[in-house]
């Protein structure tokens, strides 16, 4: 997102009126992921659920699809390969968290001009919790060329579709349990009001209850049991609560299919490294980046990794197959990146500015120092029976090609 790291403060952190009201009715504290949920999806406050948040190169923060269209123009040809294997029958590409609809119009645009054949069967679903980010969607969209409609998980639910849904950079949204190592035990961390001074009410982070038992035996698997690293107290990182809910969500809203998560995941021995005494967890505004999760609530976005392993082991879990993952950089390459690039070079002096503009995004795209550095993991669901038995069938198009000189760790 951006290289622009700002340390976080050493003091606590004003709190806002709207905030300190919900801490109070809570009894003064409560758990992180209770915080995040709050900060980022309030319907009035929240600075996705509120539509604050400004998605772009002069926005708080850019993705992939909002650099241009050659991120939508790479992808495509994997979504509709998807597509085309579901067989006969009204079609769905769903997208959820679907930001500005950039990728969302991007994809729709190349779907009609490519594969009219799909685009013919297909609608475009929208999933968006923020009635303020969906609104801006719905203006954007007016421009598809394919039938659009919004739905929620439990509305899909009762009338599942066939198709793919891409999830791009939104699960790293979703809120994360922090949890703090006091030297003996594991505690939850917590989110609580300091109201020493009341007319200056303030933010802290602090340590909680020690976790229970079976919260502790989830923990031998990531590397966390006690003793297993060495950890200074204060050492804290997060976990995954909410992730099985939303596989499980997104499995019963699709009757066939694929999934498709992009975002910033490590594999669990990385992410919980012991080097790694503060986690994952930022915070963006303004092409700015922050290590501080308290600051103006509300007008930041806040962001954590996934853990692979927690991730694969969520979706075999909620009933999905896992079908592969690799790097961002990795898989672009897989679908005709080089040539891309090679294909700019033929240009004339006249389009010089545009080509050199859509050069500096395809490389931004594979940035291992940035957006090149993103997972693609795929999974499929009661795909057809054809396939089911032949792994190579099953393999994306992103997977088959693979660049460099070997595997990406945990590549399936």
Excluded: K
């Excluded at 579709?161 to 939850?188: M, S």
């Excluded at 007319?199 to 966390?224: C, I, S, T």
């Amino acid at each position: 997102m951006t290289d622009r790291l700002e340390p976080p403060s050493s003091r606590p952190c004003a709190c806002p009126d709207w905030l300190a009201g919900r801490l109070r009715e809570a009894g003064g504290a409560v758990p992180f992921a209770s915080y995040m949920a709050w900060v980022l999806h309030d319907p009035t406050h929240g600075a996705y659920g509120a539509g604050r948040l400004r998605i772009g190169p002069r926005g708080d923060f850019a993705t992939a699809p909002s650099l241009g269209p050659e991120f939508a123009s790479l992808l495509a040809p994997q979504l509709w390969d998807w597509l085309e294997s579901l067989g006969p029958g009204p079609l769905a590409l769903v997208e959820t968290g679907p930001g500005e609809g950039s990728l969302a119009l991007q994809l729709a645009r190349h779907l009609a001009a490519q594969r009219p054949d799909l685009a013919n069967r297909t609608t475009l679903v929208l999933v968006e919790p923020n009635a303020g980010m969906a609104e801006r969607q719905r203006r954007l969209l007016q421009a598809s060329p394919l039938p659009c409609r919004w739905a929620s998980w439990q509305e899909l639910a009762a009338a599942p579709v066939q198709g793919v849904v891409l999830a791009h950079e939104v699960l790293d949204a979703l809120a994360v349990e922090r949890i703090v190592w006091d030297g003996a035990r594991w505690r939850r961390q917590l989110v609580s009001l300091d109201e020493a001074d009341p007319a200056r009410p303030l933010l802290r982070l602090e340590p909680g209850e020690p976790l229970a038992p079976q919260a502790l035996a989830q923990l031998d698997a990531l590397g966390l049991a006690p003793g297993t690293q060495p950890r200074p107290p204060g050492w804290s990182t997060e976990l995954h609560p909410g992730l099985g809910p939303w596989l499980a969500a997104c499995g019963q809203a699709l009757r066939a299919g694929y999934l498709l998560v992009i975002d910033y995941a490590l594999e669990a021995r990385r992410y919980y490294a012991s080097q790694r005494a503060a986690g994952t967890l930022m915070a963006y505004r303004a092409q700015r980046a922050s290590a501080d999760p308290l600051r103006e609530p509300g007008r930041w976005d806040l962001t954590a990794h996934l853990c692979i392993e927690t991730l694969q082991a969520e979706a075999a879990a909620t009933g999905w197959q896992v079908l592969g993952q690799t790097r961002q950089g990795e898989a672009l390459l897989a679908l005709g990146l080089a040539e891309r690039l090679y294909g700019l070079q033929g240009g004339s002096a006249a389009d010089l500015a545009d080509l050199m503009a859509r050069r500096e995004a395809l490389l931004r795209l594979v940035d291992p120092h940035a957006l090149g550095d993103f997972r693609w993991l795929a999974f499929g669901r009661s795909l057809p029976p054809g396939q089911a038995p032949d792994p190579l069938a099953l393999r994306p198009r992103f997977l088959r090609e693979p660049a460099g000189a070997g595997p990406q760790d945990g590549q399936g």
